[in-house]
């Protein structure tokens, strides 16, 4: 008998959008304070200014806005419009929350065009004030359900909200190791971040052989093998939510955080290195 299809993990839609528009708020205040000196620093992504940086955090929310703008048909102001169908259904999903984080990668490029342009368009303190306004007036109103057609492709809106706290929180950590700052991760944003990468790395690595734990948000099976039923599972991995993240993300190296001690790895099959980073 073939193994169950798991099922997709559930998200509470309040959380996440007081999540996002916390982390947001979060991040504006911290650059509205940074010096133009701060501002001209590298940000460690390739050659984005910590002002790029910031620009693309703040387009990763305004998104949000342009998405919620869509008709329902994948028309509007919404980042990579698509049409809808000849009969004017809903755009049929293509992007799921778990693959979204694998698919980002091949977009690089195009999202650092537009990052630079939108950079150049406007004071940061005006691009985040901006989009913070919007975001307000738009949200509340905002359909879960409502099908955006993303850059990426038709993905239900609910799902696309959490990819906001991925982008989010990644590149608050960014920023901190980019400026010195230390501005603070919202709880359920970094909740929501650790498990959409974890779900991530199950979708990549398929089987039930190795269990990730990232206490105290995310516990996943993976990694195709024998299957344990009951007792501690062969092959175990832990760490810590941001040490995950920055794994998943190519921020770090696998070996450097086994050897720093900030991942344990126990059972033949608990060497990640060859499956991250996850997402681009």
């Not at 755009?91 to 490029?109: I, K, Q, S």
């Not at 057609?149 to 906001?164: A, K, N, Q, S």
């Amino acid at each position: 008998m073939p193994p169950a299809k798991k099922r997709a993990r559930r998200y509470d839609s309040a959380k996440i959008r007081a999540a996002v528009t916390a982390q947001f708020g979060h991040v504006r205040e911290a650059v509205a304070g940074l010096t133009p000196e701060q501002l001209a620093l590298p940000s460690g992504l390739g050659e984005w200014s910590v002002r790029e940086l910031a620009a693309h955090m703040c387009m990763g929310v305004e998104f949000v806005n342009r998405a919620i703008e869509q008709d329902g048909h994948g028309q509007g102001q919404g980042h990579g419009q698509g049409h809808a169908g000849p009969d004017g259904d809903l755009p049929a999903v293509t992007v799921t929350l778990a693959a979204w984080p694998l698919a980002t990668a091949a977009h690089a490029g195009a999202i650092s065009e537009d990052v630079e342009a939108y950079a150049a368009s406007a004071p940061a303190e005006e691009l985040f004030a901006r989009t913070a306004a919007r975001l307000d007036a738009l949200l509340p109103g905002a359909d879960d359900d409502q099908v955006p057609v993303i850059r990426l492709g038709p993905m239900r809106f609910g799902d696309f909200l959490v990819t906001r706290t991925v982008e989010l929180i990644v590149h608050t950590d960014d920023l901190n190791r980019a400026t010195g700052l230390a501005v603070p991760f919202d709880r359920q944003a970094l909740a929501a971040c650790t498990r959409v990468l974890a779900d991530a790395l199950a979708t990549k690595a398929p089987g039930a052989s190795t269990e990730v734990r990232v206490p105290p948000y995310a516990v996943v099976q993976c990694v195709a093998g024998p299957r344990h039923t009951r007792g501690t599972p062969p092959n175990v991995v832990e760490t810590d939510p941001l040490t995950w993240i920055r794994l998943a993300t190519g921020r770090t190296g696998w070996r450097e955080e086994v050897e720093a001690a900030r991942v344990g790895a126990s059972g033949e099959r608990a060497d990640l290195g060859g499956l991250l980073p996850l997402m681009g």
